[in-house]
């Protein structure tokens, strides 16, 4: 790698971690960077895993040395995510790379529009009693009152959000959210606990399919897990009320630009 590569790749993960942190979609940032750096799709896919495992990691850490921590819920749904992963990391590799290049695109432009209408908020559940510390009247252990059929459902949607998470994985963190908050009626903090925790487990298959295909770049994803850390610890550092909307406002920006490259509009304006 060139200096210039490096520098490139350490503020791409720096701005992918603190999304992720501040909101979500860092990703959305990560693997184009790749792409654009000439990157096959699949290896850049791959590459990008190993900086997404990293940051799981050191989130799955921080929840569990705050208390926050659901392993038997979390193993339950990453289990089916698991299958889904390598069916969706399977299918990443065998695209061509015009072709998932534009699934890329259009995928970062519905994103986009996530982000801006925020749909999971109206399932967040998180009462004014779980903000002053009081007790949640909702169980801890919901893992335990779940019917055959409520299993079920939970086992299919975390299929699927193991596919798209294993083909893309790009924004698979707002589909999670919605989905265990009406699975689990859990509150904010501990919906995200569920969803690093489950993340990691599916992030973890998906990356052994790309590496047993040889479809990682180490010296990148190395790197761009560098940056995606110290982005994720200015994120955390940095006030949310604040920051939330400028990256929105650079996230959009971002999308706009990168899509329109990656769909040859760029091309047609310039």
Known sequence: MTLDQVILILLAGMAAGFVNTVGGGGSLISLPVLIFMG???AVANGTNRVALMVQSLVAISYFRHK?????????MLGVPAILGSILGAHFAISLSDALFNKILAVVMLV????????????????????????????EDHQEENFSPLHMAMAALAF???????????AGVGFIMIVALTLLTGMSLVKVNSLKVFITAIFILSSLLVFIFSDKVNWALGTTLAVGN?????LGSALSVAR???????????????????????????F
């Open 229 to 233: 850390a110290v982005g994720a610890y």
């Open 39 to 41: 990157l096959p799709s």
């Open 67 to 75: 208390g926050i921590f659901y392993p038997k819920l979390s193993i």
């Open 243 to 269: 920051g939330d909307k400028f990256i929105r406002i650079f996230l959009v920006a971002a999308i706009l630009a990168m899509s329109g490259k990656l769909l040859g509009i760029h091309k047609l304006i």
């Open 159 to 169: 299929f699927g959000v193991g596919f798209y998470g294993g083909f893309i994985q």
């Open 111 to 138: 994103v986009m529009a996530v982000i801006l209408w925020r749909p999971e908020k109206k399932f967040l559940k998180k009462t004014h009693a779980e903000e002053s510390g009081e007790k949640s009247n909702i």
